[in-house]
């Protein structure tokens, strides 16, 4: 009679602690990703923005707003700005969508997942006490057999002396005896470890495993999630960095240079006028 | 007879050195910003590439290959890698289209500039020279018709006087001969400095401004071709880092919790045996 399923259950929680403690390492490292991207959002749109702010003319000559060329790099610099703005706004999608959420989201599985393996721990121990006093009371039940026996091969050997063989009757009715209480406790301990280890292995663990099976399910569900979000918040800046190109191609193709050149014509009053001597 | 048309001329020259050296200070201050924006996109691109290479595992993990969750983020990885190629092939254009050609350019039209002045200068200068003998030729003259007029007084009023008279006649004579010459002296001058100023102003000048101005309109049409190909360059980044996005969004899409949890269960082969005792 051998039986390895503590090693094998232990084994199977390892792995399942490990597999689980790998998937919360993914889950930080993940969030982690996603907070230094928005990092790398954020300095870009800063460098854009003071970009804009650096060639955005101080205060406005009084020229440059008549050249359309003046206007369009004016146009080009409130669109960058507008660019800037998106890049804010996805780094902070980013940050309150996914890395706060996620960060929220890894304490409560950590604690969940705790208490799951608490559980297993409980669970795990409990069988193991019951299998404990099992053979205990099976080592009882084995050497009081010894004995019984032992007596009886005396008792049956001294028949002849009658006040030996009396005592010694007595004594293998009583080991005999002995013997049979320690058939019945082992038999009510073996029932009771039968039965411990049915609900242990139909309904404690497997109910264990599943709650861990359901915790892993929704934190990829999680995962996935926070990933179609990202992807979801970035695209979502594309229409509207489009929209900023659009504006600033439209100010570029606003420039005319022939109406540039008429109105410095205009500005100079170039009015040539001959004087004739004489 | 007062003529500021020196003074008006290189007014307009001043005018015209002040907006076209205005105009060359734009175009480098434009092909500045250009290059500083291609300075952020690469700064950019290099961020999110060493993002992407940071989290990219370095040896997979046998399992990692097995989850759609570590498939998708390794996707996710690579399509982020494709998004810094795109980014630092923008800034590539951005220095090749624009910053080169811009800087190239204005190195020519700093040329050409220059000639143009100096030939407004040169024709500024033959003017001023012609005007300057010209009224050098005019006092000449009015001297010499304020002496022919004093000797002929002179000759009027000694008459009396025969030798003296004779010598005051003879004078006056000269004098009037003189200022005769002055006169025509001073014709010929102010002909040739009407034909000159004729020519100055009615085929000099107005040709050397319509080469200022020609020259003008080529810089501000090539201000607008920068910003044109500019904003052109970083709109044909947009529907390959949609596809990046979309790719993104698919390899989340992919992640079957579901299916996550069958393998587990198959990997760690959770068979659950239970054994009877006796």
Redesign the interface.
């Known amino acids: 009679?051998s039986?390895n399923?503590g090693t094998e259950l232990w084994d199977?929680f390892d792995?399942?602690e490990k597999?689980t403690s790998w998937g919360i390492d993914?889950l930080e490292?993940?969030t982690k990703?996603v907070k230094?991207?928005a990092d790398?959002e954020l300095?870009?749109a800063k460098?854009?923005r003071s970009?804009s702010k650096?060639?955005h003319p101080k205060r406005s000559r009084e020229d440059e707003s008549r050249?359309?060329?003046?206007l369009?790099?004016a146009s080009?610099l409130r669109q960058?700005n507008e660019v800037a703005f998106q890049r804010e706004e996805l780094a902070e999608n980013l940050n309150t969508q996914i890395v706060c959420e996620l960060t929220r989201y890894t304490q409560e599985l950590k604690t969940e997942r705790k208490t799951h393996f608490q559980d297993g721990r409980r669970a795990q121990q409990h069988i193991e006490s019951s299998w404990k006093q099992?053979e205990s009371s099976k080592r009882r039940f084995e050497r009081d057999c010894k004995e019984a026996e032992r007596a009886q091969h005396i008792s049956d050997r001294i028949d002849l002396d009658k006040t030996d063989g009396e005592k010694a009757r007595q004594t293998a009715q009583q080991k005999q005896q002995a013997a049979e209480e320690s058939r019945k406790d082992y038999v009510t301990i073996?029932n009771q470890?039968?039965q411990d280890?049915?609900q242990h292995?139909?309904t404690l663990?497997?109910a264990i495993?599943q709650r861990i099976?359901d915790m892993?399910?929704?934190r990829?569900?999680r995962?996935?999630e926070a990933?179609?979000l990202?992807?979801?918040a970035?695209?979502k800046v594309?229409p509207v960095?489009?929209r900023s190109?659009?504006a600033?191609?439209d100010?570029?193709?606003s420039?005319q240079?022939?109406m540039?050149?008429l109105l410095?014509?205009e500005s100079?009053s170039?009015v040539?006028?001959?004087?004739?001597?004489?």
């Open positions: 009679m039986c399923w199977q792995n399942l597999h993914f490292k993940y990703f230094e991207r790398i300095s870009y460098q854009i970009l650096k060639y050249y359309t060329w003046c369009a790099f080009t960058l099992l073996l470890f039968n280890q049915h292995y139909h663990v497997p495993y099976q892993e399910e929704r990829i569900e995962i996935g990933m179609r990202s992807a979801e970035e695209r594309l960095v489009k190109l659009d600033m191609m100010a570029a193709e420039i240079p022939r540039v050149s410095l014509a100079w170039l040539i006028c001959t004087r004739e001597f004489i």
